[in-house]
């Protein structure tokens, strides 16, 4: 069982397999399928905002609700996919937007 599966392009992917992480590269498509495989092997699983955004959205609203595994969406580095504004949406969602 790996201690931490990353998913995310071939560019990331190679620089956390040289830190030690199983990181994985899912083919146009397959996305949800290799997320949903790396939620059952291991108990940190580290996403790409980019691949995060083609995931179905009550998959990866489901995962990352779970105490276990914790799944984390990790910025992306390249600035094409931005990362939400958590400050924002928690004004909204407590009402004092302003």
Known sequence: MAACIF????VEAAGWRLAGVDARVAE???????FSAALEE????LV???VAALLPEP?????????SPITVVMPDLQGQVPYPDVAARMKRQLGIEG
């Open 7 to 10: 998913i995310g392009d071939a």
């Open 59 to 67: 998959l990866l609203r489901a995962a990352l609700r779970r105490l």
């Open 48 to 50: 790409d905002a980019a």
């Open 28 to 34: 146009p498509g397959a996305e949800a399928a290799v």
């Open 42 to 45: 291991a108990p940190l699983v």
